[in-house]
């Protein structure tokens, strides 16, 4: 084969068409993110009073030019709700995007691999039982005992997967088995609740942002900011990981090393939320594909992707709750399984291409 | 110039020692190193443990690399279902470890390796759409632009038809003679070895059982012992040796 004499019109062919790409996925993250924010301002808008967005502007940058009953609306009852919505949202889908690349499953997310789950037991525990796993104050009870149980889940699904000779196929497994476990303690723990702990646990387990607070936005959000740094510095390790544990290594990536420190991150990443929140399944499955198929596997592309995914996607499905029956909030849990599931087989039968 | 001599290297596979007591002649840079065995003989593991992936006894003595990460392996496994074009695939072994901008002499030289190989009309396809041919020709593309001064490629040419393995072989010797690296190929087409390699390494159930010059380590009770197949080796037109196989040996 010869290596062919520098054409300087096929030189730059690859690399001008590359620029352009890497300009277009940037342009769709700039479209996310007025996405996001126009979801953002709505859903700060709606509710049981609507107001205008102008109204909600106002309101956002000169508090002062508005009257006291919007201000108090949109900065203290709605402004925590919308805000949780988006770093939850944000926080589940990194975890499930993160999960996906360094199990190579595309199954893989906080609520089908029993995470969710297990955080609901260890809540149910706290509230039928009064049973801490951790000595803390009891105002924290019920979100420590969910974010232990979660981590627990989290790092037994890694050291299984790290055993030798376990396929992807048999971790997915193992997860839908902590799934039924938990789910089985769960039933167990309602079973012998009062009615009102049940009606509490039944409450948590659907999930809702409604008890958002600004120490809990707050935390979640530490978690993600130290979370997203750490990603970033591993993005072409993460992205090699995912054409094959051998390929990568090939590449000197230490896989072990970045596929623990990973794990470590997501427990943090997918237990938190769940703790302060309760089971908000499917962003975590759905955020990741659909920056997956919009942006590829480019984990400078990817990571920015999956966080604006997730994040719009709860921040909607948070119009979407307030809207369905005016004045009552449905539990967001209920709500994003019911909008995530169809819109997760359109995106799948459209465009197979681009999927896993 | 780089230069390299594995001094009765072993490798282990979990507990059990999978390869044993390998020496070899220095491989100087430009060298061509065809590596032959039956299956499961223990040329991945090798190359595996040169590259560091496996542990096991013995030295592996590396002169006059100009980089701590010299060697480069190429995995015999190319499918990837991730979802990235093949530029953008090609791009991440490049940049592996480094800051998330990229340059314009990091793509031109990526240009130039995929033009070299004849893979510019694949660049923007998805990994997931390709060819194991393709694949495999992806797959040697990543390891280039890593630039290695030690080059390991696990049966670059398997999936490949007859013009791109003549083509991919051709290409590879005049690269390492070029660019003054060391490339060591494992390979299952004798006449293919016979024809490019300097040297070539014959490593059966897990031991090596000669490495040399190609013409002193390819002979009939070589083939007959380790292949266990009757064959001659005749001169062909292009004044290589050429390995004809009349029957399998019981």
Excluded at chain 1, 298 to 319: E, N
Excluded at chain 2, 35 to 61: E, M
Excluded at chain 2, 232 to 250: F, L, N, Q
């Amino acid at each position: 084969m010869a290596e062919i004499a520098a054409l300087p019109i096929e030189a730059e062919a690859g690399r001008e068409r590359y620029r352009a790409l890497a300009r277009r996925k940037l342009m769709i993250l700039a479209a996310m993110t007025a996405a996001l924010c126009l979801s953002f301002a709505v859903d700060l808008a709606w509710g049981p009073a609507r107001y205008s967005l102008s109204e909600v502007i106002a309101a956002l940058i000169d508090p002062s030019s508005v009257s006291a009953q919007i201000r108090a609306v949109v900065w203290d009852i709605r402004m925590p709700v919308a805000v949780m919505a988006i770093v939850v949202g944000a926080a589940l889908s990194v975890a499930g995007a993160q999960m996906q690349t360094i199990l190579a499953n595309p199954l893989a997310s906080p609520f089908t691999l029993g995470i969710s789950a297990a955080a609901s037991f260890g809540a149910a525990l706290a509230i039928v039982t009064s049973v801490s796993i951790l000595p803390v104050a009891a105002t924290l009870l019920v979100p420590v005992n969910a974010f232990i149980m979660a981590l627990i889940a989290t790092l037994f699904i890694h050291f299984i997967s790290q055993m030798r000779g376990v396929s992807v196929q048999t971790v997915v497994l193992l997860g839908i088995a902590l799934v039924f476990t938990f789910n089985a303690l769960l039933a167990f723990l309602q079973y012998l609740a009062s009615e009102q702990a049940l009606s509490a646990v039944v409450f948590w387990t659907m999930g809702s942002l409604t008890k958002a607070t600004w120490p809990k936005i707050g935390i979640t959000l530490a978690v993600l900011l130290i979370a997203l740094p750490l990603f970033a510095r591993h993005a072409w390790a993460l992205t090699a990981i995912r054409l094959g544990e051998d390929k990568a290594a090939s590449f000197g990536v230490n896989v072990r090393r970045i596929r623990l420190e990973t794990m470590l991150i997501i427990s943090l990443l997918a237990a938190v939320p769940v703790s302060f929140v309760g089971t908000i399944g499917f962003v975590g499955l759905v955020g990741p594909h659909i920056a997956r198929m919009i942006l590829g596997e480019d984990q400078r592309f990817f990571l920015p992707g999956s966080i604006l995914s997730g994040a719009l996607l709860l921040s909607v499905t948070s119009i979407v709750s307030k809207s369905i029956i005016p004045g009552v909030v449905f539990p967001i849990g209920i709500i994003t399984a019911l909008v995530g599931v169809p819109f997760f087989f359109s995106l799948i039968l459209s465009n197979r291409s681009r999927s896993w | 110039m780089v230069a390299m001599q594995l001094q009765s290297v072993g490798a282990y596979h979990g507990r059990k020692l999978f390869v044993e007591d390998v020496t070899t002649p220095v491989m100087q840079a430009g060298e061509l190193i065809a590596v032959i065995g039956p299956n499961a003989a223990g040329k991945s593991t090798l190359f595996k443990r040169i590259t560091g992936l496996l542990k096991g006894p013995g030295n592996i003595v590396i002169d006059g690399a100009r980089t701590r990460n010299a060697i480069t392996y190429m995995p015999q496994d190319t499918s990837a279902n991730a979802v990235l074009t093949v530029y953008e695939s090609i791009l991440l072994a490049r940049k592996q470890g480094q800051s998330w901008t990229v340059s314009d002499s990091d793509l031109s030289f990526i240009d130039e390796i995929m033009r070299a190989l004849n893979i510019t009309s694949i660049a923007f396809r998805d990994l997931g759409a390709l060819s194991g041919g393709q694949r495999q020709l992806v797959s040697i593309a990543q390891a280039l632009v890593r630039e290695p001064e030690i080059m390991l490629m696990d049966e670059p040419t398997s999936a490949l038809d007859l013009h791109r393995q003549v083509e991919v072989l051709d290409f590879m010797q005049r690269r390492a003679r070029s660019k003054g690296m060391i490339v060591m190929i494992a390979i299952h087409d004798l006449n293919q070895a016979l024809r490019f390699a300097d040297k070539v390494l014959v490593i059966a159930n897990g031991r090596m059982r000669a490495c040399g010059n190609p013409r002193d380590v390819v002979t009939v009770d070589m083939l007959r012992d380790v292949y266990r197949v009757h064959a001659r080796i005749e001169k062909c037109s292009m004044d290589h040796d050429h390995v004809i196989v009349d029957g399998t040996a019981h």
